[in-house]
C-alpha cells in the first residue's frame, strides 16, 4: 500500500461486460487521489462469462488498462491474495459484487484494499436488491444527488450502514457542448438490447424512425446499436435491429444508416438524441444536445422511461415527426447530476477524499456485508455457489487452481476456451429464445 497518497495507486478494475468495463475503467481515474491522479496502475480483470467483450467491443470503448486479462471469479480473488492491490472497483451485476466482498472477506488479508461499486447507468428496477448486494463495499458510488438520497434510504431503512453511499456522477459524462450547424441535421436513436424486449415493440420502434427518414429526406437518421449479432453487452439482446431491419417491407431509405462506435463520437454530429431510456441521454444532456424519451409504448417501469417523468422530455413520434424538441427541466437535470452550471467538475470531488481518507488509514476493517449465511440462508448460498463459493466465501471444491498451461498447450487451450464460449453465446442468443417461445405456444 502507498503511505502518501502521491505515490503511484495501484487499482485492479473487475468487470463483465463492455459498458461495465468503461465505467469501471473510467470510475478509477476519477476516483484517483487529486494529488496523483495521473499516477496511477490500472489492472483490468474481465470476468469470463456470456457478456465478457470481445476484442473489438473493447477497443470502441476506447479505455486502455496497464494490463487486461479474463478471468474467473476464483482466479480474480488468487489475484487479489498474491499481488499488492491498494484500490479493487467491481463493476458487476450485483451477485457478482456480493460474491466478490465475500471471496475478498475470506481472503483475510492482513492490509485489505480498498474496493469501491457502484451503477454504470440509470437505477430504474430491483433497486433494493441491487444496493443490498453491494453492501459491504467501502465506497457505493451514486451517480447523482437523487440516486444518493434512494440508496441512503434504502439502507437505513434494513438497517444497514449507509456511510459507504458517495454521491457521484457517471464517469463518461462529457464532451464539447452541442452547437447547431448550418449544414447538419442528424437524428440519432439510441437502441438498448433489452428495451423494448417485444419483436413488435421493437419492430414499431425502428418502423417509425425509418419512416421518420423517409418525411424528412433531407435529414441524416442514424439507428445506434451497441454490439453486434452474436455479441453480448450489459444485457443479453435476443433480437437485433440489424435483423428487424433486414426484414423490414420497402427496404431502408438513403438517408438511413446503421452505425457503431463510440457514443461520444456519434453524439458530437447529434442535432437531436432519441431513445426509450438509455443513459445515452443523460450524456445527451449533459452536452445540451436536443433529447426526447419517447412515450409511444407507454410510460412503464417495465421500460425505464418512467426514470424521466418530471424531467420534460417525455414525447412521442408523433410529436417529433411534426418538428418537436422537448425542453429539459433544470430542476431535474440537477438532481440526476447533469446541469450545466460547471458541478460536474467537482462532482468526484467526495469521492476521491473518501478514497484517500481510507488509503491512509493504517488499517482497514473486515468487510462486513448485509448478507450473510445467518441474515439471508436461502439467498446468499446460492448467490455465492454461482460463482464457485462455498456459504463462508471460500473456493468450494474442484475450484482449486491448476498449473498454469504453457507453449502449445496453451494455445489448445485457449482455442478450446474461446470456442467453448462461442457456443455458450450461440445457446444463450439463439437456441434458448426459440426454447422459450415455443414454451408460450
Known sequence: MP?????????????DSDTRWKWGA????????????????????????????????????????????????????????????????LSLVGGAVQAMLHGL???????????????????YE??????????????????????????????????????SVTEAALPFLGGAPYEAADDRDTVVFAAQPSVPESRAHRTYLLRRLVEHARLHPHREVLLKLRSKPGEHTTHLEELPYQKLADKLPGGLPPNFKLVYGHMGEVLD??????????????????????????????????????????????????????GHRPAPDPDWLARQGVAADGTYETAFDAARKRVAELLEQPGLPPIAPYYTPATAPGYLPGILARH????????????????????????????????????????VQRVAPVIRRMGEL
Do not use: C
Not at 484517483?32 to 474481465?46: K, Q, R, T, W, Y
Not at 472477506?105 to 437505477?123: C, E, F, I, K
Not at 444536445?289 to 417523468?309: C, K, Q, W
Not at 498449473?403 to 502449445?408: D, L, N, P, R, V
Open 269 to 322: 454530429r447529434t442535432d437531436l438524441l432519441v431513445t426509450v431510456s438509455s443513459t445515452a441521454a443523460l450524456e445527451s444532456l449533459h452536452r445540451r444536445i436536443p433529447t426526447a424519451v419517447l412515450s409511444d409504448l407507454g410510460v412503464r417501469e417495465a421500460l425505464g422511461n418512467h426514470h424521466f417523468i418530471g424531467s420534460g422530455l417525455l414525447t412521442s413520434w408523433d410529436n417529433l415527426d411534426g
Open 26 to 89: 473510467l470510475t478509477a481515474r476519477r476516483i484517483a487521489p487529486s494529488d496523483a491522479p495521473d499516477s496511477i496502475e490500472l489492472s483490468g480483470f474481465l470476468l469470463r462469462g456470456r457478456a465478457t467483450p470481445t476484442a473489438r467491443q473493447l477497443a470502441e470503448v476506447g479505455v486502455r488498462a496497464d494490463e487486461l486479462r479474463e478471468v474467473t471469479g476464483n482466479e480474480f480473488l488468487r489475484a487479489m491474495r498474491d499481488e499488492p492491490y491498494d484500490v479493487i472497483v
Open 105 to 123: 472477506a475470506a481472503l483475510a488479508l492482513p492490509r485489505r484494499p480498498v474496493v469501491v461499486t457502484g451503477y454504470v447507468g440509470v437505477v
Open 3 to 15: 503511505s502518501s497518497t502521491s505515490e503511484a495507486v495501484r487499482v485492479a478494475v473487475l468487470a
Open 388 to 427: 464457485h463459493l462455498a456459504p463462508d466465501g471460500t473456493p468450494r471444491p474442484g475450484a482449486a487452481p491448476k498449473t498454469e498451461a504453457t507453449g502449445i498447450r496453451r494455445v489448445v487451450r485457449d482455442a478450446v476456451r474461446n470456442a467453448a464460449r462461442g457456443a455458450y453465446r450461440h445457446g
Open 126 to 163: 430491483k433497486l433494493a436488491d441491487g444496493l443490498l448486494l453491494r453492501h459491504g463495499a467501502d465506497v457505493v458510488l451514486a451517480n447523482s444527488r437523487h440516486d444518493a438520497e434512494r440508496f441512503r434510504a434504502v439502507y437505513e431503512g434494513v438497517g444497514a450502514d449507509a456511510s
